[in-house]
């Protein structure tokens, strides 16, 4: 089926972003940095583009549905609006929250509780359409449970109280050689201290079946689940699904908290940008 329109899907963490350019034949994908509008900005965002395969787009491009973390308003969507049209100039542009995008792609039409669990974490209540109720995911300092910062924030904390069992502490040492002031710095002083958190997360994975490791994780699920999932009225009766590289990489334990709880689980996505293409091309579909 060739569509009369050439539809570009984004779906954009704090890590990076998976693009994908389609006219219902051809398709193709792009990957660029992340580019939550917390931690950039229009012409920083516009000088990364230029330098990738988003300049070399085809400029026919009609419709633009471009999901990020960190728009939670019309002020936040408008720096990455901004950088689009700066591409796109004739294109219909939509702006919308990652959070959307998870339920778009794991839902589709069906009511539920959408999750992310990537370098951040979130979560909705979802209608079938709209989102009708969100927690506020408050970031890695004050909340983002379960997400890949809040782990390796845990896990580099633990590391330097000399908290972690010295086994695993020596081999963090020998898979991370860095110092206690470059943390420091990377931590306090530099920028995207949330991506350099998540950076520890593959010891974790390494390392799962240790105890250690597999209790702080379950822990951190647990967590997201009481301060998040748990928020939402009449949580046990909806299906939970999940989008993001921890959900997928740690699916197991994860899986093994849902089941624990009592709840229905639906489907765990790396990402959602497939799904979300299908979502839109369904919705060409119905006009």
Not at 1 to 26: P, Q, R, V, Y
Not at 43 to 53: F, L, M, S, T
Not at 117 to 127: A, H, K, M
Not at 167 to 186: A, H
């Amino acid at each position: 089926m060739k569509l009369e329109h050439n539809i570009l899907i984004a779906d954009s963490g704090s890590t990076k972003t998976s693009w994908l350019f389609t006219n219902g034949i051809i398709t193709k994908q792009y990957t660029t940095g992340g580019a939550n509008p917390f931690f950039r900005n229009t012409e920083d965002i516009v000088k990364e583009w230029r330098e990738g395969p988003v300049d070399q787009l085809d400029a026919k491009v009609s419709h633009v549905f471009f999901y990020a973390a960190g728009v939670v308003n019309n002020e936040k969507a408008g720096v990455i609006k901004n950088a689009l049209q700066v591409f796109f100039p004739g294109a219909e542009i939509s702006v919308q929250s990652d959070l959307l995008a998870a339920a778009h792609a794991t839902l589709g039409n069906e009511k539920g509780i959408a999750c992310i669990l990537g370098t951040g974490s979130n979560s909705c209540l979802y209608d079938g359409r709209y989102i009708t109720a969100h927690v506020p995911p408050l970031g890695y300092i004050l909340g983002d449970e379960g997400s890949g910062a809040v782990l390796g924030r845990k896990l580099i904390s633990d590391y330097l109280k000399k908290m972690m069992p010295e086994e695993l502490r020596n081999l963090f040492r020998q898979n991370y050689p860095i110092k206690y002031d470059e943390i420091l710095e990377r931590v306090y002083r530099s920028g995207n201290p949330n991506r350099f958190l998540a950076g520890f997360v593959p010891f974790l994975k390494t390392y799962i079946s240790h105890e250690y490791c597999a209790t702080l994780v379950t822990e951190s699920f647990n967590q997201f689940l009481t301060r998040n999932v748990a928020q939402y009225e009449n949580y046990e009766a909806q299906l939970v699904s999940f989008t993001g590289s921890i959900a997928w990489y740690f699916q197991e334990p994860l899986r093994a908290v849902l089941k624990e709880r009592n709840i229905r689980i639906g489907a765990i996505l790396k990402e959602p940008v497939l799904n979300l293409m299908k979502y839109h091309l369904q919705q060409y579909q119905h006009e």
